[in-house]
Nanobody, 130 residues
Framework: QLVESGGGLVQPGDSLRLSCGAS????????VGWFRQAPGKQRERSAC????????GTVDSVAGRFTTSTDNAKTTAYLEMTSLPPEDTAVYYC?????????????????????????WGQGTQVTVSS
């Protein structure tokens, strides 16, 4: 029900935009999370957008470089990635659902855990290499 696209091979410092299309439901009032899994590592959070669509979150390793958004029709979510280093090489997944709202003590929106999402895409490979 979620289909990702946009992955590929890029050079260090390049930018890339991933898309996550929802075919069976609207992303209106649906939170979208972006996760990634590198070889031999656990799946980790990278960025997210809240169910209201007004709040974005990122983890420290991608803060300032990754941005999430959705289109006006609420059918597609995007992950914009800039200044990519080789360490960003991974399979990237999008997920959708109505997760809880988690706010840090400093008022930052915390991206929900994988278990809080109901729908997942198949993943798209992003390789950053010279």
């Amino acid at each position: 029900q979620l289909v990702e696209s946009g992955g590929g091979l890029v050079q260090p410092g390049d930018s890339l935009r991933l898309s996550c299309g929802a075919s069976a439901f609207s992303l209106e009032k649906i939170g979208v999370g972006w996760f990634r899994q590198a070889p031999g590592k656990q799946r980790e959070r990278s960025a997210c957008i809240s169910t209201t669509g007004r709040t974005n979150g990122t983890v420290d390793s991608v803060a300032g470089r990754f941005t999430t958004s959705t289109d006006n029709a609420k059918t597609t979510a995007y992950l914009e990635m800039t200044s990519l280093p080789p360490e960003d090489t991974a399979v990237y997944y999008c997920a959708a659902g109505r997760p809880g709202v988690h706010i840090s003590r400093t008022g930052q929106y915390i991206c929900p855990r994988p278990a809080e999402y109901d729908y997942w895409g198949q993943g798209t490979q992003v390789t950053v290499s010279s």
